[in-house]
Structures are given as structure tokens and as C-alpha cells.
Nanobody, 115 residues
Framework: QVQLVESGGGLVQAGGSLRLSCAAFGRDFRLNVMGWYRQAPGKQRELVARISSVGSTYYADSMKGRFTISRDNAKNTVYLQMNSLKPEDTAVYYC?????????WGQGTQVTVSS
């Protein structure tokens, strides 16, 4: 059974930083795209960033220059370093893996940025 386990969310003041981690269990995802999405209250889930198996990255426009996605294939883990956080970054952040065997989601971790 595949599990994606996120950690690292919390409460931070505007301008602060957080680092999210997502560890995958039950399947080796080193050949698959891994990513982060977020969903704020009353809004649709949106892509934050994703990273390919060879490290190519994509960021949503509002995250460019502030967020950095990375991965450790040996640990089957993807990270999201978030700097210069803004109140509008407040959301539940979800880890995602897109593979030929299916699309997998973590349970989500809350990030709250106070002004």
C-alpha cells in the first residue's frame, strides 16, 4: 500500500520560512514526477511546484523565487523549501506523485502565515 507522509507545516510569521517534507512508502518513485499542491479555504487545489526524476523543476508563477522543490531519490522523499512566506500562502499543502500506476496524494499539512 502506497503512503505519502507529509511533515513540516505549522504557523509562521510573514517573511518567515518553512520546509515541508514528503516521504513515500510502499513503492519506489525515483522515476516519477513528484510535486506539491495547495488548497486554501474556499479555493480550488492548485499546483505549487513539481520535480521530475532527473531534477527538472516547474513552479507556479506566484512561487517563483520564493519556493524551492527538491528530492532525495535514495530516501524516496520530496521537499519544499518555502521562504519569504506571505499570508496568502496559507493553505493545506499536499504531496503528489504522478506515476503510470496511479496518482497518489498525501494527507496534507497545514501552513498558516500570520501578518
Amino acid at each position: 500500500q502506497v503512503q505519502l507522509v507529509e511533515s513540516g507545516g505549522g504557523l509562521v510569521q510573514a517573511g518567515g520560512s518553512l520546509r515541508l517534507s514528503c516521504a513515500a512508502f510502499g513503492r519506489d518513485f525515483r522515476l516519477n514526477v513528484m510535486g506539491w499542491y495547495r488548497q486554501a479555504p474556499g479555493k480550488q487545489r492548485e499546483l505549487v511546484a513539481r520535480i521530475s526524476s532527473v531534477g527538472s523543476t516547474y513552479y507556479a508563477d506566484s512561487m517563483k523565487g520564493r519556493f524551492t522543490i527538491s528530492r532525495d531519490n535514495a530516501k524516496n522523499t520530496v521537499y519544499l523549501q518555502m521562504n519569504s512566506l506571505k499570508p496568502e500562502d496559507t493553505a493545506v499543502y499536499y504531496c503528489n506523485v504522478d506515476s503510470p500506476m496511479g496518482v497518489y496524494w498525501g494527507q496534507g499539512t497545514q501552513v498558516t502565515v500570520s501578518s
